[in-house]
């Protein structure tokens, strides 16, 4: 409590000076902690001021955002910027100017956040409250509540709770006492029965067609595991979506989603139950073809169309390689007799970035470690007459991580932050 009196004494005084005459404009990179502090912020400052408005300077494109703004009826809208004369004053929260251009010129009078302070210190701002060490800025609002002893409505503490949820990846990536307190908090405000209808919203409407391809063209693989084909599909992510659902199939050990994705490329997405390792299991079947690999319970590879031999559909050539296969060897290959204790670190790496990327839009997102210390080591290069490329392609991330991320929509950037 005394640890943060001085923040809601300050929070108190500085909404003293709130007059009826202004509207506000609150702006926001729109992710559920972002959603969640503006109806926070906006509540503080109900019936003090003439209007507030909560405006998002990106898309909104995942399916749980979209299911958050809409059960939880956040009164958010797309941000015109010629409109930002109609308004007397500007915050922002989860955020802060330096971090998108559209909020860069605008003159915040109010900024709170939880990401790492600016390079510069930030002037003008009546209420400054960045605080890195926190989860989320949701967890940052709760206290303020608390402070200013108000209570949260049902849909603004469930809206809360999520944004933590969402910050934290559920206490696994981050979060500490502030958070957990918070979270403790609002839980007893929260209509969990919302909360779980908006964890739940997993998909879009117009997803379904490719789940039924997948059932469709489902077999079973190497006896405990399958593969769909999905066809040619405007993103992976949608791969990953698919392959992520078929994790909870039990009995399934693992699924290998593949699908053509722009620019000519057969995507493969792995996923298992860690029974085996699947990054070596991708990266036997695919390497020599493209980049491939990952950890054990998430892969992905990629090749170009142009790798499947002539006359045979790439959803045949995709099942031979899965089905005959088989790992190779983690120490020294003939190949290349100065192998480390990795096969081929550079497939490995894009391969394993890319996975971990993937897994950002799962519940259980993998650690990084395995990308990383491949990184470091030196990229080998494979001689192989099969290769068709010398360099691994940098797999785009899928964009959505919550946190981290997806980026033409909210996710993009900072889903997973
Ligand atoms: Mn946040």
């Known amino acids: 409590m005394s640890a943060t009196s001085p923040l809601v004494a300050a929070m ?3 909404r003293h000076t709130l007059s009826k005459e202004e509207r506000w404009c609150i702006l926001i990179v729109a992710d559920p902690d972002a959603l969640a502090a503006a109806m926070a912020l906006k509540r503080i400052m109900q019936h003090r001021v003439k209007a507030v408005d909560i405006m998002r300077v990106n898309e ?7 299911a958050m703004i809409r059960y939880l009826h956040i ?4 941000w015109q910027p010629e409109k930002a004369a109609s308004y007397d004053r500007f915050a922002v929260v989860d955020s802060q100017p330096h971090h998108h251009v559209s909020l860069k010129d605008i003159p915040f009078s109010l900024v709170i956040d939880h990401h790492p302070l600016p390079p510069e210190p930030y002037e003008g701002a009546q209420l400054y409250d960045v605080r890195p060490d926190v989860g989320a800025t949701s967890s940052m609002m709760t206290r303020y509540l608390q402070g200013l002893r108000i209570t949260p409505a049902p849909l603004l503490a469930t809206a809360m709770l999520y944004g933590i949820r969402t910050d934290t990846a559920a206490f696994e990536r981050s979060g500490g006492e502030d958070d957990f307190r918070a979270y403790q908090w609002l839980s007893r405000y929260a209509d969990t029965a919302i909360l779980r209808r908006i964890l739940r919203s997993e998909y879009l409407r117009e997803w379904l067609p490719l789940f039924s391809r997948a059932f469709r063209s489902l077999v079973d693989c190497r006896g405990a595991g399958a593969q769909a084909w999905l066809g040619e599909v405007s993103s992976s992510d949608l791969l990953v979506a698919v392959a992520d659902f078929f994790t909870r199939v039990h009995g399934l050990r693992w699924i290998a989603v593949s699908g053509i994705a722009a620019k000519n490329t057969v995507v ?5 139950d860690g029974s085996r390792d699947i990054g070596r299991m991708a990266d036997a079947c695919f390497y020599d073809v493209g980049s491939a690999g990952g950890h054990r319970r998430l892969a992905r590879a990629e090749f170009p169309l142009s790798a499947v031999p002539e006359g045979m559909k790439p959803q045949e050539f995709v099942l031979r390689r899965l089905q005959t296969r088989k790992l190779r060897a983690i120490t020294a290959r ?9 096969a081929a670190p550079a497939e490995k790496t894009a391969a394993a970035q890319a996975a971990t990327a993937d ?15 491949a990184e470091s080591k030196p990229a080998r290069k494979t001689v192989s007459t099969r290769r068709v490329r010398e360099h691994p392609r940098r797999s785009t991330p899928a964009p959505d991580s919550h946190g981290g991320r997806g980026n033409a929509d909210e996710e993009s950037e900072r889903e997973n932050d």
């Open 359 to 373: 897994a950002a839009s799962t519940a259980r997102p993998e650690k990084a470690a395995d990308g990383k210390s």
């Open 334 to 342: 003939p190949a290349a007799p100065e192998a480390g204790t990795e």
């Open 12 to 14: 108190r005084q500085w």
């Open 268 to 272: 493969v997405i792995f996923r298992g």
């Open 60 to 66: 909104v494109t995942r399916p749980d955002n979209l």
């Open 75 to 78: 009164p958010v809208k797309a």
